[in-house]
């Protein structure tokens, strides 16, 4: 074979294709920062013959553009395999003038290939025979993709879509490799207002990300307190709760559960029966905590939200029928467990549900509400708690863990609606706690039933939540009080977890992969 000169066509040793390569690459610089086109750079591999009988075709368009011309064989077409034939010859014949490129702009290539790493589309690859040896590598990046899935998507918080299709990557990956654990943990409190259900799983040490959950208020504690008994009604709305949940638990393989009962079932006098008609109807047994449980696990839940510097907290949680408060105080060492810190704690048997059927929450006026808080001050006056010294430094707080506190934060906020991302933590001082309280107690039921951080459900159960809130502000006075949209269920969730040690096996993972 000739070359376009008439001469023979030259032989390359492996020193000459090395310089081949380096050619390309400068060539492909220059193109990036707008500098000499191919035709200028090298007049003599300009034009090329073509097949037999047929003039020689140029390689740049009339415009002079060579970018047209890649694009067409990038599309691919008629002519894409004669066009991989002419950008061989063309290395080839562009090859003998770069064979020996300086060392600056060898290390200027290197840089600007650094700078454009993963921005290189087909256009800066020579489209030959060599294409599909790349091949067998794509595919081994997508599988390493797929099972190390798992771990990017829970580091980089990925959505519920994305979760849900990292779950099928599961048997992909090694015996040998050290993955996040698809450890899924589930929680399930059934109150006497509410039936919740979180489903979740371990990251960080201290820290899940939840997965599924499910809240629904099903009141089951409604005319308890006359009755003693808990109604046919009130237990339909359960169950039928209850089965949600259960459906969302079978659609998971769940690697730990616990599902509690609360004050409702504790003090109904049908409440074993209740339970063993939900084993019945729904396959999920519950069991009932004792107050003391429930004051240490609404402690564990809001654990996260105690600062290093705070060395006394009153925490309480206002529920349906009880009301759980935990006095903690902290010393110089402090317990991988908040709830370990715990000194004193009592459970009011009265919550927003029990005080406003007894004094009535729809139409409430300032008289009938000082009476609820005067109620509620008679039983804080029987527990027996040592005064907190408030130094005014910071160092003491509220924290409240119940739909009333919440709602109040979401008033405060003026939230078209309910946001637990900006509610969850936020810190409200002791007058705007004075203002959201005065605010409500203003409006009629209509009004706050029109609130949509209230709505119909809360309605007439908010103002017995001031109530009770009202009389923990009087018993520890605080300059500030922090909001906690969270209780129990995220309690029992990290009981669990550090129980069963994840968060050291996920750490340990870690420094393994790392090493």
Not at 174 to 184: D, N, S
Not at 400 to 411: F, H, I, K, N
Not at 474 to 494: F, H, I, K, N, Y
Request: proline share 4%.
């Amino acid at each position: 074979m000739e070359d376009p000169e008439g001469g023979a066509k030259p032989q390359f040793d492996g020193a000459t294709a090395a310089g081949r390569r380096d050619g390309k690459k400068s060539r492909r610089r220059k193109g990036k920062r707008g500098g000499q086109t191919r035709s200028a750079a090298h007049p003599a591999s300009h034009e090329f013959p073509g097949s037999a009988g047929q003039p020689a075709r140029p390689m740049d368009d009339a415009a002079g553009h060579p970018a047209r011309k890649r694009k067409r064989r990038r599309r691919g077409g008629q002519g894409a395999s004669q066009d991989s034939s002419v950008q061989n010859q063309k290395v080839e014949q562009g090859s003998a003038a770069s064979a020996a490129p300086t060392g600056s702009d060898s290390a200027s290539s290197r840089r600007n290939r650094r700078k454009h790493r993963g921005k290189r589309g087909l256009q800066g690859r020579p489209l030959n025979s060599a294409k599909p040896s790349h091949v067998p590598l794509q595919e081994s990046r997508v599988e390493e993709t797929a099972r190390s899935a798992v771990p990017r998507e829970i580091q980089n918080g990925a959505g519920r879509k994305g979760r849900q299709e990292s779950n099928g990557h599961q048997g992909d990956r090694q015996a040998g490799e050290h993955a996040w654990p698809e450890e899924l943990y589930a929680a399930l409190d059934l109150g006497t207002n509410n039936c919740r259900l979180l489903i979740a799983q371990p990251t960080r040490p201290g820290q899940f990300r939840v997965v599924d959950a499910f809240s629904r208020i099903v009141r089951l504690g409604e005319g308890l307190a006359a009755s003693g008994r808990l109604s046919d009604e009130a237990m339909e709305r359960a169950i039928e709760a209850l089965r949600i949940c259960a459906g969302k638990l079978r659609n998971r393989e769940i690697r730990r559960m616990r599902l509690i009962a609360t004050e409702a079932c504790r003090q109904a006098i049908n409440g074993a029966e209740f339970l063993g008609r939900v084993v019945a109807e729904t396959g999920l047994e519950l069991e009932i905590i004792d107050r003391e449980t429930e004051a240490r696990l609404a402690v564990s839940g809001c654990s996260s939200l105690v600062g290093r510097e705070t060395r006394s907290v009153v925490l309480f949680d206002i529920g349906g029928g009880s009301s759980e408060i935990a006095v903690i105080r902290i010393g110089d060492s402090r317990f991988s467990r908040l709830a370990n810190h715990i000194t004193h704690w009592t459970s009011l048997p009265v919550g927003v549900v029990t005080l406003s059927e007894r004094h009535g929450g729809r139409d409430v006026t300032p008289e009938l509400f000082e009476g609820m808080v005067r109620e509620v001050e008679a039983m804080l006056g029987r527990f027996d708690c040592p005064e907190i010294e408030i130094a005014g430094t910071g160092d003491f707080h509220l924290i409240g863990t119940s739909g009333t506190v919440t709602t109040l934060a979401g008033v405060h906020l003026d939230l078209p609606r309910y946001d637990r991302r900006k509610v969850d933590g936020i810190w409200l001082s002791d007058d705007e706690v004075s203002a959201m309280q005065a605010k409500l107690l203003s409006w009629d039921f209509e009004s706050r039933a029109a609130n949509p951080c209230i709505g119909p459900d809360r309605a007439d159960l908010v103002l017995a939540g001031c109530a009770i809130l009202e009389a923990i502000r009087r018993r520890w006075p605080s300059p500030r009080m922090r909001v906690a949209d969270r209780g129990l269920r995220e309690g029992l969730l990290t009981d669990m977890m550090a129980d069963d040690g994840v968060w050291r096996r996920n750490r340990n993972r870690r420094g393994q992969r790392a090493k």
